[in-house]
C-alpha cells in the first residue's frame, strides 16, 4: 500500500504523468471519442491487443456498427470478418454481439454508467468497465492494468500481482485521487510503452526520475531490481 509519507509523491507523480502526457502522449481514435459504446467497443478490442492493431480495425468497426442496434442485428459472420486482423474473431464477434443484445434488450440500447452494472456485461471486466465509467461518464475510477501495476511497482517500491490484487486497485486510487483525470492513466500506459520499458527503463527521460524508488536503488548499487 502507498504509505501516508508517499502520499504527497503520489501527488507529485499524478503532476509530472498528467505534464507529460500533453506533451508526449498518443493519440489514439477512440481516445478522441465520448460516445459510450465506442469507448466500450475499443476497450474490448484492445484486450491483450496491441494498440496498432485495435487502430486498423476499430474506425471500420465503429463506422459499419455505430450503435449497439446496428451490432446487435449483425450476422455474427460478419462482425468476426471484420476483426479477422486481431485473431481470436469468431470468439471475439459472439462475445461483442451478445454483449450488444444486452445492450439493446436490458438498458434501451444504451450503455450504461453504472460500473457494478457495466462489470455484468458480457467480457467486460473491472478495468473495462472503470475506463468506460471514466472516459465516457467522467467518473474518478480508479483504472489498473499490468501497465499501470507495473509503473506503480517501480516508483512505490510495492509488490503489486497484477491486475486482480486488491491492493493495486488502492494504489492506483491514492494516484488518482479524487478528481478524475483520465490523462493519469494514459499517460502511466504510455510511459510503460516508451520509457518505463520492462527490461530497460529510460530513466535518464522519464518525468518521474525524481520520484522514483527503482531509480533511486539503482543508482544506490542495489542489485534488488536489477
Ligand atoms: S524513473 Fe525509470 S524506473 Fe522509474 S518510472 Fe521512470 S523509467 Fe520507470
Known amino acids: 500500500m502507498i504509505s501516508e509519507v508517499d502520499i504527497q509523491r503520489a501527488i507529485a507523480v499524478r503532476r509530472k504523468v498528467i505534464r507529460w502526457f500533453e506533451h508526449h502522449g498518443k493519440r489514439h481514435p477512440w481516445r478522441d471519442t465520448d460516445n459510450p459504446f465506442h469507448i466500450l467497443i475499443a ?25 449497439p442496434r446496428d451490432l446487435a442485428t449483425a450476422h455474427e459472420f460478419e462482425i468476426a470478418q471484420q476483426l479477422e486482423t486481431l485473431g481470436l474473431q ?5 462475445q461483442m454481439k451478445t454483449t450488444a443484445l444486452r445492450l439493446v434488450n436490458e438498458h434501451g440500447g444504451e450503455v450504461p454508467s453504472d460500473l457494478d452494472t457495466l462489470q455484468d456485461l458480457p467480457g467486460v471486466g473491472r478495468y473495462i468497465a472503470a475506463a468506460v465509467s471514466n472516459l ?3 467518473c474518478a475510477e480508479p483504472m489498473v492494468d499490468g501497465n499501470i501495476v507495473h509503473i506503480l511497482n517501480r516508483i512505490f517500491t510495492l509488490s503489486l500481482k497484477g491486475s ?5 486497485w488502492e494504489a492506483a486510487r491514492t494516484v488518482g ?6 490523462r493519469l ?6 510511459l510503460v510503452q516508451t520509457v ?15 520520484f522514483c524508488d527503482y531509480l533511486s536503488d539503482s543508482l544506490r548499487g542495489s542489485d534488488s531490481h536489477i
Open 43 to 67: 476497450e474490448m478490442l484492445l484486450r491483450r491487443t496491441t494498440a496498432t492493431a485495435v487502430g486498423r480495425v476499430y474506425p471500420i468497426l465503429i463506422k459499419r456498427f455505430p450503435t
Open 90 to 94: 469468431r470468439v471475439r464477434a459472439a
Open 136 to 138: 465516457a461518464f467522467g
Open 164 to 168: 486482480n490484487d486488491i491492493l493495486a
Open 177 to 182: 485521487g479524487k478528481k478524475q483525470d483520465i
Open 185 to 190: 492513466y494514459w499517460g502511466m500506459i504510455d
Open 196 to 210: 518505463c520499458l520492462r527490461r530497460q527503463p529510460r530513466c535518464e527521460t522519464c518525468p518521474l526520475n525524481g
